[in-house]
């Protein structure tokens, strides 16, 4: 694999920032800074051509010391957003896990100092199935391997000694992200009464960027979600009623495996005022865009 040579900064003024995993989280929270400002590099291992908001560094983060060249730049901020190749253990394992750790090791053998390192993890390091609300104090006690190895690397974050803030998002939806409509449209929606929970990808962007912004002490976790938790069939309903599809409902499709609301209660503490406050805001948008699942 060939890394992609990294272009001299633009300006000594502006502030470095690393996107590790830049998919497509990280391309919107780089639309979201201002290249006046920030300049903002995504590792991935598949590189598009750059633009002006983002250039591209070609490695593969779950490999040992593949970040080293890279980090040399010495980044003001380094977000890590992965995504897994498949949905299985080992996947998991080498995106969160492997990718932190390997990031924890470059950064102490190059004796580097970014100001902070954000985390993107989950809401499935909760397990409540009681209807409860769960906030960042909440037990954390997942039963399926996604939510233990997300767990796994957060505490390589939380134990490496670097500034850090971890942000756990719920259900991320938004454009590509459209399966609720897909099943609805199917007619293979589910009938759960579960609360779940949810927040648009423009969301996940602004979030993070408003935490890169902040200049004031961040709290070392938030939970990043939408002001209004609902029963699926609350939502699979509404997103029915407003494409006018009747037979919608399926008795054997299950979209959750647990049963919480989430507290966005330090989110918005922070002073971030969500784009898309609940899921009738999201929804309405991309079905009035004709949005389908890709």
Sequence with gaps: MTNIPVTPQK???????LIIGCGDIGQRLAYQLSSDKYQITGVRRNCPPNHPHLRYFGCDATASGALEPALKENFDVIVITMTPAERSDAAYQRSYVDTCQNLVNSLSALALQPRLIIFVSSTA???????SWVDEDSPTNPTHFSGRRLLEAEKVIQESGF????????????????????????????????????????????????LIRLQQPLEPMYIATDSHPAPMVEVVSWIAAKIGVTDFLSPDTVNERSNK????????????????PGFQ???AELIGDGE???
């Design 11 to 17: 300006s000594k003024s502006s502030r470095k920032v």
């Design 125 to 131: 390091v909760y397990a409540q199935d009681d209807g």
């Design 163 to 210: 500034n850090y803030t971890l942000v756990r998002f719920s259900g991320i939806y938004g454009p590509g992200r459209t399966r609720l409509i897909q099943q609805v449209q199917q007619g293979r929606a589910s009938a759960s009464p579960h609360h779940t929970n949810r927040i648009h990808a423009e969301d996940c962007a602004g979030f993070l960027a408003h």
């Design 261 to 276: 609301k989430l507290s966005n209660k330090r989110m918005l503490g922070s002073g971030y005022q969500l784009r898309y």
């Design 281 to 283: 805001a999201g929804y």
């Design 292 to 294: 389908t699942e890709q």
